[in-house]
């Protein structure tokens, strides 16, 4: 079951925060319906997206090694790692290489996944967020709830505070832009000031070895032209086969996040700038087992849109935090089980009503709802009451005359049960609902009494 | 066995090479044009001005650079000088420290394709070797011909020139720097300029 969603869901989003929460993704949502209506090729585009990426997925190993080869004849380093924390070593092997101490970074799902921010931290490094968001949630000392929009379970109000705590900001001060200049000025003097940049990736095409940065803010553009050393991390399912499928997916990945026709800067970046050093690290992290999955591996095709997140009944009212993963949300739903092993992962697909919105929205046509049904199946996390539970209710079902008896039962103690009471053990069900009055007699009894009557 | 090798083994052993590439997307016939590219650009939070003809343009960028630039630093990339002659405009140099380009008032480059759908503008390494100079600046300027102009993206990563990416970089950029971090509000100038405008040549 999903009681430690639920749970989280309630310590971390207090009761007035949901419906701002709610409103504010779904806002996010119906921006992208409108963005979506006035594209009249979305449908083939889509499939299109679909195509290009069950090829790529089939086609992952000759299309890294080719992506290798073409970076690095661009003058790129490339780097493998198998986990996590392969990946976070690495990375910081490149920095106490060349004895840096200032990073600035920009937003990286896969290094959100991977913990480096606080795996370099602990080692001494000064690393410094970059999208507004992103910085906001990191002085807040937060993981991000939402992959787009990092800090939207976040007031104005809380943010001035934040801001007046750690960057000076005049008390009181909850003007989003007054505010966003306040960041802008600190993190202009970070930016000159960095030794490193590292950034994620959001396509990395096979064929010319080029790594597709996008972003609003041009925050990941200034991290990787003012250091003398760019790192690019990406998951090894980043990859795109040719610079002509570039657009097919460009068109579709803003419309979808926030509705914009495009992200206000697209950077494709191939090869290090004049007299700097570029470094790629191909990170695996779980993403090959997931490849061997019949039933899963078309998730490997998410582009981190955050759609799915927008539309999701259970996400918007719960938060991004109650899911305790990097990627929250439908995707992360689906992810988190192919990636780890554990009760918190098992348990993410059964916070879904099924509803099948996200399937409806993604952009590259992953049926995730009918993945997070399958996940069900393949990892089942019921514990042992439930399942004694269900054992019982097939045998019940399986002989009428004990189906009745115990009907009959059930009706008497139906008032009992309906009531929250400390043992009850419908108590956590009965948290956000109500049984109906019952209704005295049995469907049975009452057809019989009708007919008779007739 | 190293991470590399490892990693391929993976998944090479889930990889089975028997689906086909699906082709090149034929987008349908979407509206081009000077008019379709200032609109989107404008919903992109752009201006736009013109388009001018050679004799008018270097003129009509200076006056309006007197109020814009109010006595700051006005740095031009030499693609964008070329085609304006001698105005208030310090020429970029190529070799710069990127850092150097701190406390630029207005930068003025010379942009390549530009596409009706989005507002998005090529800038090429090849046209802007300076690639921290459009992100430094308070205010971006971009140099768009009239017949750069294309209808979707698909067509204008055709139209790139086939040395599009031997410069290091490319980036369509599309309106001024923007976030909506906090609570949803649209604020101009997150990190990059806050303002863009577009001034158009005729051919």
Request: charged residues 25%.
């Given at each position: 079951m ?8 309630r310590?971390?989003?207090p009761e ?5 929460h709610d409103?504010?993704?779904?806002d996010l ?12 090729d ?10 290009i990426?069950r ?10 090694e080719?992506f290798?080869e ?6 790129a ?11 976070n070593l690495?990375?910081?092997r490149?920095?106490?290489?060349r ?5 600035v970074k920009?937003?990286?799902?896969l290094t959100?996944?991977?913990?480096l921010n606080a795996?370099?931290?602990k080692?001494?490094?000064d690393v ?9 949630v990191?002085?807040g ?9 990092p ?5 104005r109000g809380?943010?001035g505070a934040?801001f ?17 200049r ?21 396509f ?8 597709v940065v996008v ?7 200034l991290?990787?032209c003012l250091?003398?050393?760019h790192?690019a991390?990406l998951?090894?399912e980043?990859l795109?086969?040719?610079?002509e499928d ?8 803003a419309?979808?996040?926030?509705g914009?026709p ?7 970046v191939?090869?290090?700038?004049p ?10 992290n779980?993403?090959s087992d997931l490849?061997?999955s ?5 998730a490997?095709?998410?582009?981190r849109c955050g ?6 009944p259970?996400?918007?009212r719960?938060?991004g935090h109650?899911?305790g ?6 995707i ?10 554990d009760?918190g992962?098992r348990?993410?697909?059964?916070a879904s009503s ?6 409806a ?10 993945q997070?049904?399958?996940?069900r ?23 009428p005359r004990l189906y009745r ?7 008497r103690?139906?008032p ?6 400390p ?5 956590h ?22 007919r008779d009557r007739g | 066995m190293?991470?590399?090798?490892l990693?391929l083994?993976?998944?090479r052993?889930?990889?089975r090479h ?6 090149p997307?034929?987008?349908p016939?979407?509206?081009g044009?000077w008019?379709t590219?200032?609109?989107?650009l ?12 050679s004799g ?19 740095v ?9 002659g001698?105005g ?6 190529v070799e710069?420290?990127p850092?150097?380009?701190?406390g ?5 480059l ?5 596409v009706a759908e ?6 090429e390494g ?17 140099l768009?011909?009239t ?8 067509t204008?990563?055709h139209?790139?020139p ?6 290091h ?5 599309s309106?001024p ?6 609570e ?10 806050l303002?863009l405008d577009?001034?158009?040549?005729e051919p």
């Amino acid at each position: 079951m999903s009681q430690d969603l639920d749970r989280r869901a309630r310590e971390l989003l207090p009761e007035l925060a949901v419906e701002r929460h709610d409103a504010a993704v779904f806002d996010l949502r119906r921006r992208r319906d409108e963005a979506v209506a006035s594209v009249p090729d979305w449908e083939p585009l889509r499939e299109r997206a679909a195509a290009i990426k069950r090829h790529t997925l089939d086609h992952l190993d000759v299309l890294l090694e080719r992506f290798e080869e073409r970076a690095r004849a661009a003058g790129a380093v490339v780097h493998w790692a198998r986990d996590a924390e392969a990946h976070n070593l690495l990375v910081a092997r490149l920095l106490e290489e060349r004895d840096i101490a200032r990073v600035v970074k920009s937003k990286s799902m896969l290094t959100e996944e991977c913990g480096l921010n606080a795996f370099l931290a602990k080692r001494g490094f000064d690393v410094v967020d970059t999208d507004l968001g992103e910085r906001i949630v990191q002085l807040g000392d937060e993981p991000p709830s939402h992959i787009i929009v990092p800090a939207i379970h976040r007031t104005r109000g809380e943010i001035g505070a934040l801001f007046h705590r750690k960057m000076g900001s005049p008390a009181g001060e909850s003007d989003p832009e007054r505010l966003t200049r306040v960041a802008r000025r600190d993190l202009r003097g970070r930016f000159l000031a960095a030794e490193a940049g590292i950034t994620g990736v959001n396509f990395a095409v096979a064929e010319t070895g080029s790594l597709v940065v996008v972003t609003n803010e041009g925050n990941a553009d200034l991290g990787m032209c003012l250091p003398p050393i760019h790192i690019a991390c990406l998951g090894i399912e980043k990859l795109i086969p040719t610079m002509e499928d570039l657009p097919v997916f460009l068109r579709l990945l803003a419309r979808s996040a926030t509705g914009q026709p495009i992200t206000a800067y697209t950077s494709v970046v191939t090869g290090p700038r004049p007299g700097a050093e570029l470094h790629v690290v191909l990170v695996d992290n779980g993403r090959s087992d997931l490849l061997a999955s019949e039933n899963h591996r078309s998730a490997l095709s998410c582009i981190r849109c955050g759609a799915c997140l927008n539309t999701c009944p259970v996400y918007r009212r719960a938060g991004g935090h109650a899911y305790g993963t990097a990627v929250p949300g439908p995707i992360g739903a689906v992810l988190a089980p192919g990636l780890r092993d554990d009760a918190g992962a098992r348990a993410l697909p059964h916070a879904s009503s099924l509803c099948g919105s996200c399937t409806a929205v993604c952009p590259v046509g992953i049926d995730l709802h009918d993945q997070l049904l399958a996940w069900r199946r393949e990892k089942p996390s019921t514990g042992p009451l439930e399942r004694l539970a269900l054992e019982t209710a097939a045998v019940v079902m399986g002989h009428p005359r004990l189906y009745r008896l115990l009907g009959r039962v059930a009706g008497r103690l139906w008032p009992a049960l309906a009531r929250r009471w400390p043992g009850n053990p419908a108590s956590h069900w009965l948290d956000s609902r109500e049984l109906p009055e019952h209704p005295g007699l049995s469907f049975s009894q009452r057809w019989i009494r009708e007919r008779d009557r007739g | 066995m190293s991470d590399r090798q490892l990693v391929l083994k993976r998944v090479r052993a889930s990889t089975r090479h028997r689906v086909d590439h699906p082709g090149p997307h034929q987008p349908p016939e979407l509206p081009g044009g000077w008019g379709t590219f200032a609109a989107a650009l404008e919903g992109v939070g752009g201006r736009v001005h013109g388009p001018f003809d050679s004799g008018q343009l270097a003129g009509r960028l200076s006056a309006w650079l007197e109020q814009r630039a109010d006595g700051g630093r006005v740095v031009a990339v030499e693609a964008a000088a070329s085609r304006l002659g001698p105005g208030p405009w310090e020429l970029a140099e190529v070799e710069a420290d990127p850092h150097s380009f701190e406390g630029t008032a207005v930068a003025v480059l010379l942009g390549g394709v530009a596409v009706a759908e989005n507002g998005a503008v090529a800038v090429e390494g090849r046209l802007a070797p300076q690639r921290a100079l459009p992100f430094l600046c308070r205010h971006l300027v971009l140099l768009v011909s009239t017949d750069a102009v294309v209808p979707d993206l698909h067509t204008a990563f055709h139209r790139l020139p086939n040395d599009a990416l031997a410069h290091h970089h490319l980036t369509w950029i599309s309106g001024p720097s923007k976030t909506a971090d906090i609570e949803q509000t649209l604020v101009y100038g997150a990190h990059g300029p806050l303002t863009l405008d577009v001034f158009g040549m005729e051919p």
